[in-house]
């Protein structure tokens, strides 16, 4: 069963717009959640994340929302540029599981000038 | 790149042979992840090292094995390729204490005909 689930394969927004990604989780033992950002033909790179004791999380133009009660979580990059194109996948981890990450299916995410 | 290095990058091969990648750490890391990336799937851990032959088994773990004879490098065995074996494979390094923050490899991109 997928614990952390991305509803949407694919998302297309306009330069200088926001740009919102969701994810969804199961588990709630879920206690730190992460952002990862890949280009083709190369691997994933860490983006941004958030520990389950707070509910928002900001890095210059991305920020990160926890909504514990809803189990979701949410990207958002304001602007988006057309260097955010890229595939984003949401990740979550529970202390019991060491440092095993379980990932969602992943976003393309595609920013248009 | 950030002291993890993959290798094939690319591989072709034919059903029922064995393949063996290597990742090769530079950052003395404890951990070792291997994933696997398929369409719709999103990244799906197959096995995991926390120390030199020490090793589990991930959620697609079947039909693949592990080894970590140094701490720098971990190989990723398929016993007897198959075509469901076809894939990008990655491999990363890091551990909750460094918040999640994994370093991933470039991929092998494995076809098996």
């Known amino acids: 069963d997928q614990q952390v689930k991305q509803n949407s394969p694919s998302l297309s927004v306009q330069e200088g717009r926001i740009s919102i990604l969701n994810c969804d989780y199961t588990n709630s033992m879920f206690d730190y959640f992460l952002w990862y950002k890949k280009y083709p033909a190369e691997g994933p790179t860490f983006l941004i994340s958030?520990?389950?004791?707070?509910d928002k999380n900001e890095d210059g133009r991305f920020t990160v929302f926890l909504n514990k009660s809803a189990k979701h979580l949410s990207l958002h990059i304001v602007p988006s540029q057309p260097g955010d194109s890229a595939v984003y996948f949401c990740?979550?981890?529970?202390?019991?599981?060491?440092?095993?990450?379980?990932f969602g299916e992943g976003t393309q995410l595609t920013v248009n000038p | 790149d950030a002291g993890i290095t993959q290798s094939p990058r690319h591989k072709v091969t034919e059903t029922g042979t064995p393949v063996t990648l290597r990742c090769h750490q530079t950052?003395?890391?404890?951990?070792m992840y291997w994933y696997r990336q398929d369409p719709g799937h999103g990244l799906r851990l197959i096995h995991y090292s926390y120390g030199v032959k020490d090793t589990d088994k991930g959620e697609v773990s079947d039909g693949y094995s592990v080894s970590r004879s140094k701490t720098e490098d971990f190989l990723l065995t398929l016993e007897s390729a198959t075509s469901s074996q076809t894939s990008v494979y990655f491999c990363a390094i890091g551990d909750r204490a460094t918040n999640y923050g994994y370093t991933f490899g470039s991929g092998t991109r494995l076809t098996v005909v």
């Open positions: 950052e003395n890391h404890r951990y």
């Open positions: 958030i520990s389950s004791i707070k």
């Open positions: 990740a979550a981890s529970e202390e019991t599981s060491g440092s095993r990450l379980t």
